[in-house]
C-alpha cells in the first residue's frame, strides 16, 4: 500500500525553529519529485515547497523562501523540511505529497498520493 | 487572494449535475495543465482529476474535468451525498504550484 506518514508537527514560538519528517513506502521514493502543502486552519492550500528525485533541483513559495529548507534522504524514503524563523501565519496542517513525475516543477504533473498531515502551531 | 479563483460554495440535489469553475490567466491555465482534488470532511485531499481531464485509477467517471483558454471545469454528474466535500483546482504557473480558493459543495 502506497503511504506517506508525516510527523514532527507540535507547538512552537514565534522565531523557533521545527523539523518535520515525512516517511514514504508502497512505492520507489527515488523515482518521484515530492512536495510539501500545507493548509491553515480553516483555508484552502498552499503549496510550500517541491524536490526532485535526486536533490537537483528545488523550489519554495516565496512566503517561505529564505526560512524552510526542504530535503530528502532516498536511502531511508524520507521527504524533510526544516522550518527556521517561524511565524504565526505558518500556523498550518503541513502535508507530505509525492508528485506524478521526477521533477518538482514538471507542469504537466499533479501530487497523487497525500499524507495525513501534521500540525504546526506558531503561537507565545 | 488565491491564485486561481473559484466560487466558494456550490450546491446540488442528489442525481443532479453540478460544475465547478476555476479561473486563471495566461501564465498558469492558459499554458499548463490543470489537476482537481478531492477534500472530504476532516480527511487529506486526494487528486480527483488530471491533465484537464483524466481520472485516475477508482474514480468514478461520474467526475470529469475541461479547460478552455484560461479557465477549467469540474462536473459532477449523478450526485451522491458523499460527493459533499471541498473541490480545488490547481496548476504550474512560472515557478510556483498554484491552488484555486477551494469550493465547498454541498448536497442538499
Known amino acids: 500500500e502506497v503511504q506517506l506518514v508525516e510527523a514532527g508537527g507540535g507547538l512552537v514560538q514565534p522565531g523557533r525553529s521545527l523539523r518535520l519528517s515525512c516517511a514514504a513506502s508502497?512505492?520507489?521514493?527515488?523515482?518521484?519529485?515530492m512536495h510539501w502543502v500545507r493548509q491553515a486552519p480553516g483555508k484552502g492550500l498552499e503549496w510550500v515547497s517541491g524536490?526532485?528525485?535526486?536533490?537537483?533541483?528545488?523550489g519554495y513559495a516565496d512566503s517561505v523562501k529564505g526560512r524552510f529548507t526542504i530535503s530528502r534522504d532516498n536511502a531511508k524514503n524520507s521527504l524533510y523540511l526544516q522550518m527556521n524563523s517561524l511565524r504565526a501565519e505558518d500556523t498550518a496542517l503541513y502535508y507530505c505529497?509525492?508528485?506524478?513525475?521526477?521533477?518538482?516543477?514538471?507542469?504537466?504533473?499533479?501530487?497523487?498520493?497525500w499524507g495525513q498531515g501534521t500540525m504546526v502551531t506558531v503561537s507565545s | 487572494q488565491s491564485v486561481l479563483t473559484q466560487p466558494p460554495s456550490a450546491s446540488g440535489t442528489p442525481g443532479q449535475r453540478v460544475t465547478i469553475s476555476c479561473s486563471g490567466s495566461?501564465?498558469?491555465?492558459?499554458?499548463?495543465?490543470v489537476n482537481w482534488y478531492q477534500q472530504l470532511p476532516g480527511t487529506a485531499p486526494k487528486l480527483l482529476i488530471y491533465?484537464?481531464?483524466h481520472r485516475p485509477s477508482g474514480v468514478p467517471d461520474r467526475f470529469s474535468g475541461s479547460k478552455s483558454g484560461t479557465s477549467a471545469s469540474l462536473a459532477i454528474s449523478g450526485l451522491q451525498s458523499e460527493d459533499e466535500a471541498d473541490y480545488y483546482c490547481?496548476?504550474?504557473?512560472?515557478?510556483?504550484?498554484?491552488f484555486g480558493g477551494g469550493t465547498k459543495l454541498t448536497v442538499l
Open positions: 490547481a496548476a504550474w504557473d512560472d515557478s510556483s504550484w498554484v
Open positions: 495566461s501564465s498558469n491555465i492558459g499554458s499548463n495543465t
Open positions: 524536490i526532485s528525485w535526486n536533490s537537483g533541483s528545488i
Open positions: 505529497a509525492k508528485f506524478s513525475g521526477t521533477q518538482w516543477l514538471y507542469q504537466g504533473g499533479s501530487f497523487d498520493i
Open positions: 508502497g512505492f520507489t521514493f527515488d523515482d518521484y519529485a
Open positions: 491533465s484537464n481531464n
